[in-house]
């Protein structure tokens, strides 16, 4: 068998071989999809209220189910972005299993939205008649409640979904954060008491120390109480985030 034969051969197996990774990639993309897309037979619990509906892989009382639903519907609604139509599912997975199965890179987050492939939202275990998040540590106190969560996670849907997903990706992260946070508060914002704690360097107003939301809320909240912003204004301006502070800091005289 001379060279060229054999360097032939080799390089057809090669292309069989990463043929077949390619294929199991897109096979295993395709499965995942499907999965986001429609994980209602991994989910025993479910109750509806309205345009939302809340799954969970472990019971619970679905009266407190409905009023935790018409609480995460007070705070979506009252967002100049909620158009009130469509369904939104939220899912609770407390089997570490469907924590991962549906969080993907994500695992160990609080919350996880794959918009625009789907408008369901997975929150971590809970519970749902405590209104709780459950972390490592315990029960995530207020006002990180399980109503709170699902409302971050489905104003990132409603984000996405008014500017387009490319535009959403190219989003600052004090941006996108922060209005999806401004979102799951209802809007209310207490700017000088979050303004004390921005000043001190307190440790919830450092998103990298708490992992917390509250200096971009604080941020989002600026623009569009003190300074009159429209969301759109907002959501296009671009601004990079220490501008954002340092206008923040002017107004508010340092």
């Known amino acids: 068998?001379?060279?060229?034969?054999?360097?032939?051969?080799?390089?057809?197996?090669?292309?069989?071989?990463?043929?077949?990774?390619a294929s199991a990639a897109l096979l295993?993309?395709?499965?995942?999809?499907?999965?986001?897309?429609?994980?209602?037979?991994?989910f025993s619990y479910h109750v509806e209220r309205g345009r939302l509906a809340l799954y969970s892989d472990l019971p619970f009382d679905a009266h407190k189910a409905e009023a935790l639903l018409d609480e995460v519907d007070r705070r979506i609604s009252?967002?100049?972005?909620?158009?009130?139509?469509?369904?939104?599912?939220?899912?609770?997975?407390?089997?570490?299993?469907?924590?991962?199965?549906?969080?993907?890179?994500?695992?160990?987050?609080g919350?996880?939205?794959?918009?625009p492939l789907t408008r369901n939202v997975f929150i971590r275990r809970s519970d749902v008649d405590a209104?709780?998040?459950?972390?490592?540590?315990?029960p995530v106190p207020p006002p990180r409640t399980l109503a709170y969560f699902a409302a971050h996670e489905i104003g990132h849907s409603l984000i996405a979904e008014h500017i387009g997903a490319v535009a959403n990706w190219?989003?600052?992260?004090?941006?996108r954060e922060g209005l999806a946070d401004y979102i799951a508060f209802g809007g209310d914002?207490?700017?000088?008491?979050?303004m004390r704690q921005f000043r001190a360097g307190e440790r919830d107003l450092d998103p990298k120390r708490s992992g917390l939301y509250a200096r971009y809320r604080l941020l989002v909240a600026?623009?569009?109480?003190?300074?009159?912003?429209?969301?759109?204004?907002?959501?296009?301006?671009?601004?990079?985030?220490?501008?954002?502070?340092?206008?923040?800091?002017?107004?508010?005289?340092?």
């Open 28 to 42: 295993l993309a395709a499965s995942a999809a499907a999965v986001l897309a429609y994980p209602q037979p991994l």
């Open 189 to 194: 914002v207490d700017i000088p008491a979050l």
């Open 170 to 175: 190219q989003l600052p992260v004090w941006v």
């Open 111 to 115: 919350g996880v939205n794959f918009s």
């Open 222 to 254: 600026h623009f569009l109480h003190s300074e009159g912003w429209t969301i759109d204004r907002l959501l296009t301006s671009g601004m990079p985030q220490s501008e954002a502070e340092m206008r923040l800091l002017a107004f508010q005289g340092n």
């Open 1 to 21: 068998m001379n060279s060229a034969v054999q360097t032939a051969r080799i390089v057809t197996v090669a292309r069989r071989i990463a043929l077949g990774f």
């Open 131 to 138: 209104n709780r998040v459950i972390s490592s540590l315990g």
């Open 78 to 109: 009252r967002s100049a972005l909620d158009r009130g139509d469509g369904v939104h599912r939220i899912f609770v997975a407390n089997a570490a299993w469907r924590a991962r199965l549906t969080f993907l890179w994500t695992y160990g987050a």
